[in-house]
């Protein structure tokens, strides 16, 4: 290691520069080392430091943005909202609360940072539950309009009256925003009713670790958003302050997550997901009429993805032409005509400009589209047109978000598969025949 910084768009990687500090998640003072520096997207740079105890990552004397605030324009406001109905909202990360909630009895779910409200949505649809979702930000707003919600639109706190307690509590992306991770504990431990289960997710501290994978750094940093990143550590340590014992947290590369409440142990989070349900939840979402073309093909979209992951391929192939007429009629684009479509998807500086034109999720369309076609029809050629398509819409629409100060993990993902599928087709080594 040398003393300089190396550069990674829009974050530094520092070493050997310390710093007193306290740490917000486990309360320990002491030198800790500055690991990274990060923009956000108006140029403030900030520190995160390590935790030399917890092994979280901080940022010292970290202030919460005002959430509530309004956009730069309303064409940026409703370009957030596009982004995320479209491509950014991991549906099937926001309904596994309830999923979780299934596992035991009532019907009351409470979502705090709800965002958009598709968990809320989920729980009421497909369980018939009385939701309720507090945010104080502005795609709350957008979502209490679009889905028709119970959403309001402040900041919760520990005074708040729950009445009798949530029997289901999601808090998804939402521990890391607080300056003080127990602040949030403490809500979840007064709002949830006896026998109830709590579900949370954070990005895990560990994901910028030297050897670990550094893809899409920035957006678990999210500079000046996140007071920090967890480490499994630092969570049970934030919970042991909020006075909660029963919980059980699983750690994955990039997240962690918690289910709170009598024996916790007992559940696995990733067995509660019910593929039927979500699976029709999406159906009926996407053949509704909705007031909002992007939000109807983020659901299509959705559900094309789901439907490819499970190889169903005559299925997908019908959620493709569905997904193929609403980009026709919203965006006047024909997915069909790969290269045509590719040679008026350039980015010369006008965001705004550049995302009016096509839907956010181009690039997993054309990704899944040629896991379809390479495992339907076998047609290499076509499918190898479908992956060289997302690569490049990836790289066009991340280009964008860069110079924001913005990126997205699943659209890091999407790039390097569909390029190793390009390879793979189209490499030396390929063994498919192509046309
Ligand atoms: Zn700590």
């Given at each position: 290691?040398?003393?300089?910084?190396?550069?990674?768009?829009?974050?530094?990687?520092?070493?050997?520069?310390?710093?007193?500090?306290?740490?917000?998640?486990?309360?320990?003072?002491?030198?800790?080392?500055?690991?990274?520096?990060?923009?956000?997207?108006?140029?403030?740079?900030?520190?995160?430091?390590?935790?030399?105890?917890c092994r979280s990552l901080y940022v010292p004397d970290f202030t919460p943005p005002a959430?509530?605030?309004?956009?730069?324009?309303?064409?940026?406001?409703?370009?957030?909202?596009?982004?995320?109905?479209?491509?950014?909202?991991?549906?099937?990360?926001?309904?596994?609360?309830?999923?979780?909630?299934?596992?035991?009895?009532?019907?009351?779910?409470?979502?705090?940072?709800?965002?958009?409200?598709?968990?809320?949505?989920?729980?009421?649809?497909?369980?018939?539950?009385?939701?309720?979702?507090?945010?104080?930000g502005r795609l709350a707003k957008a979502g209490r309009q679009l889905l028709g919600l119970d959403i309001e639109h402040r900041y919760l706190s520990a005074e708040d009256d729950f009445g009798g307690g949530f029997d289901t509590i999601a808090a998804i992306e939402?521990?890391?925003?607080?300056?003080?991770?127990?602040?949030?504990?403490?809500?979840?431990?007064?709002?949830?009713?006896?026998g109830g289960l709590a579900y949370l997710t954070t990005p895990n501290a560990g994901c910028t670790e030297a050897g670990r994978p550094t893809v899409s750094l920035l957006s678990a940093l999210s500079p000046g958003n996140h007071a920090f990143l967890l480490s499994k550590a630092g969570l049970e340590a934030a919970l042991?302050?909020?006075?909660?014992?029963?919980?059980a947290i699983r750690e994955q590369d990039r997240s962690l997550d918690a289910v709170i409440g009598a024996d916790a142990r007992l559940i696995?989070?990733?067995?509660c997901f019910d593929d039927a349900l979500y699976e029709a939840y999406l159906e009926a979402r996407?053949?509704?009429?909705s007031a909002s073309p992007f939000l109807q093909i983020g659901f299509a979209y959705r559900l094309f993805k789901f439907l490819v992951n499970h190889n169903r391929l005559d299925e997908a192939r019908g959620a493709f032409e569905r997904i193929e007429q609403m980009v026709r009629r919203c965006y006047d684009l024909n997915l069909s005509d790969v290269w045509g479509l590719l040679r008026r998807l350039t980015f010369s500086g006008d965001r705004i400009r550049l995302f009016k034109t096509f839907p956010f999720c181009l690039t997993g369309i054309y990704f899944f589209a040629g896991i379809m076609t390479l495992n339907g029809s076998g047609d290499a050629t076509r499918a190898a047109d479908?992956?060289?398509?997302?690569?490049?819409?990836?790289?066009?629409?991340?280009?964008?978000?860069?110079?924001?100060?913005?990126?997205?993990?699943?659209?890091?993902?999407?790039?390097?598969v569909a390029r190793r599928h390009v390879v793979m087709l189209l490499g030396p080594d390929s063994r498919w025949t192509l046309a």
């Open positions: 290691m040398t003393g300089s910084p190396t550069a990674t768009m829009g974050m530094e990687r520092q070493s050997g520069r310390r710093r007193m500090g306290l740490c917000p998640v486990c309360r320990a003072t002491g030198e800790h080392e500055v690991e990274l520096t990060a923009r956000a997207a108006s140029g403030a740079a900030f520190d995160y430091v390590r935790c030399a105890s959430y509530e605030r309004a956009a730069d324009s309303i064409e940026a406001a409703d370009l957030d909202i596009k982004f995320y109905v479209e491509q950014g909202a991991g549906l099937e990360t926001l309904v596994t609360p309830a999923m979780i909630g299934r596992r035991r009895a009532g019907d009351r779910y409470l979502e705090i940072g709800c965002g958009f409200g598709f968990g809320l949505d989920f729980a009421s649809r497909s369980m018939g539950w009385e939701v309720r979702g507090v945010d104080p939402v521990i890391e925003h607080f300056v003080d991770p127990a602040d949030l504990l403490a809500i979840v431990r007064k709002a949830l009713a006896k042991a302050r909020a006075g909660i014992a029963d919980y696995d989070p990733a067995a996407t053949r509704e009429p479908f992956f060289f398509a997302a690569m490049r819409v990836a790289m066009v629409v991340r280009k964008a978000l860069l110079s924001a100060g913005i990126d997205d993990g699943e659209l890091d993902d999407l790039q390097q």
